[in-house]
């Protein structure tokens, strides 16, 4: 029989918000703890964005990490995009990368993934990386939300267990963590590149909502995670964070 090792998971029933939560209380939780809600309140997303957190059978979860090494923290948000990617696949969908993080399915968003920095006396001491992935979400309710959204329940035509999901998602996470915190983008960049789909297309790239796109052709991922794009005068670029449309 294979070896697990225990998840720690707090479960909520309701919350503001995981991160938030994750946040305020970081230096009382140990390393790896898995804050989770039912519900949040004011669940937050990229951006100063709004993520709708009201059915508790979708998750709202934030990872509580602080790693020694703390290099490739900035890697954590595509290292979670790809383990969600694998979990996903198991249940027979398709699921892409969006740049730098999003999981899309059909086109349509499925997770969201936002990490958040915990500093002490201006170091860090770790980061909160939380997700939401939309499992059994009312084609009524995506619609009210602004940009394509989709859920798995509509993906694969049946009501998703939660617990099923939520356990494999986190145990893949820790499958590799100690890999991606030692070795960064080069671990996973592999399977990053074989969930993406926008290379040498046409792309715009937006840093606010409401502020103009610019468009690039989208060229490579290079070995630190960021987007390298030609502008339309043809001079070649690094971009480091943003919206990508495409
Ligand atoms: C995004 O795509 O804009 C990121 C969405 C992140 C949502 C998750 S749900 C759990 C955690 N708590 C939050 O308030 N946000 C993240």
Redesign the pocket.
Known sequence: MQNETALKIINFKTL?????WAKENFKKLDDSTIIS?DE?T??????K?V?V?ENCEN????FVLKPDKKDYLANLTQYLSVVTTKILKSYNVTPQIKWP??VLVNGK?I????CEAVSEKNEVTGVVL???VNLNTAQEILQNINKPATSLNLETGRKIDKNEFLKALCTEFFLHYPDLIEKGFEFIKEDYLNSINFLGKTVYIQQRDGEQRQEYTALDIDEKGNLTVKTPQGSVKTIYSGDLIY
Do not use: E, H, P, V
Request: with cysteine; glycine share 16%; charged share 25%.
């Open positions: 503001d918000s995981t991160n938030t809600a949040q004011k669940g937050k997303g990229r951006f964005r993520w957190s998750i709202y979860i934030s993080n999003d968003k997770c969201g993934i936002l939380g997700i939401g």
